[in-house]
């Protein structure tokens, strides 16, 4: 018997590479990194197919890879995972994408993206797996595959009354209008300054961004997430308030802990919890993944996320 789908998650898979810096590199530049390796990171669908799965939701990823070795690789770990891969579309058309992921430091990432094999998607393959998990009640996406495919599966599921989110990551190559078919916008700092079209050094408190971000394309909520200063929520009726970060002792890897707090926050919301309850729990769920090395190992189960909440409470 077939299980029902909790939520469908559209977005790509890649296989990322990790290298280790002092610093960014200069242009025309050639400069040493060391530990430079193949870890268990996916890209962003499948970082948060698989980190639902693990907290225990019922998950159907859809997006296409290459039938080679690294798309292998995607369906193996959110199989694992327990995750529906029946539209993971598999061709010869393309060689499934990579990205490189530069760690300073501190922890801090860069993350260098490479062609996506969800280049060749089409409207009407990503149209046939939405209508085939109709029951699902959440959809995720994001722009790691074409952004018309992201809008066009957020604007379907919605018609079919799921609850939508959007991360816009990377920035979308053309400018967007109303996204008033997203519940939840949900992106970082430095996106949120691209999409308003703020000059780098133009200084805008991150509350008045969420209220912009808002009134710019009229999503009923705005999530947005401030590394270790933690994240400012804006909600349909226009309460705002921020969450704190819990400050874990040492700090490895923060490279999907966005992705973390992503699928922590639709967990929460999918079990019923209040936003402001889903987004502190997805705050102390992202803190935890900066502890682990790596982004796939970092999405951990239940009773160890709780068990790390309960410490830092």
């Known amino acids: 018997m077939e299980r029902k789908t909790d939520v469908i998650v559209l977005n790509s898979h890649g296989v990322g590479q990790y290298a280790y810096t002092d610093r960014m590199p200069r242009w025309g530049e050639t400069m040493r990194v060391t530990r430079w390796h193949i870890d268990q990171d996916g890209g962003k669908g499948t970082n948060i197919s698989v980190a639902l799965g693990?907290?225990?939701?019922?998950?159907?990823?859809?997006?296409?890879?290459?039938?080679?070795?690294?798309?292998?690789?995607?369906?193996?770990?959110?199989?694992?995972?327990g995750v529906d891969t029946t539209f993971l579309y598999r061709t010869d058309e393309v060689a499934t994408g990579t990205a490189l992921i530069l760690l300073g430091p501190n922890g801090e990432n860069a993350i260098i993206d490479g062609d996506s094999s969800a280049e060749k998607l089409t409207e009407e393959e990503v149209r046939n797996a939405i209508a085939a998990r109709a029951e699902a009640r959440m959809f995720v996406t994001g722009f790691e595959i074409p952004e018309h495919l992201s809008l066009y599966g957020a604007r379907y599921a919605k018609e079919l009354g799921m609850t939508t989110f959007l991360n816009p990551s990377p920035l979308p190559e053309q400018p967007m209008e109303r996204l008033n078919f997203v519940d939840y916008l949900v992106l970082n700092e430095v996106e949120a300054r691209a999409l308003l079209e703020l000059q780098r050094d133009a200084a805008m408190d991150p509350a008045d961004m969420a209220r912009r971000l808002k009134r710019r394309y009229d999503c009923p909520h705005v999530v947005l997430t401030l590394g270790a200063r933690g994240s400012v929520i804006l909600d349909s009726k226009d309460d705002l308030w921020n969450v704190p970060a819990p400050r874990p002792d040492q700090i490895i890897n923060t490279a999907g802990a966005g992705d973390g707090y992503l699928s922590a926050l639709v967990y929460k919301l999918f079990k019923g919890d209040s936003l402001r309850d889903a987004t502190a729990w997805a705050s102390s769920y992202a803190a935890l993944t900066v502890t682990i090395h790596g982004t796939i190992p970092a999405y951990r189960p239940l009773e160890e996320v709780e068990e790390f909440i309960h410490k830092y409470k």
Request: glycine share 18%; aromatic share 10%.
């Open 54 to 81: 693990r907290l225990g939701l019922n998950v159907s990823y859809v997006g296409k890879v290459g039938n080679d070795p690294w798309g292998d690789l995607g369906e193996k770990w959110m199989q694992d995972a």
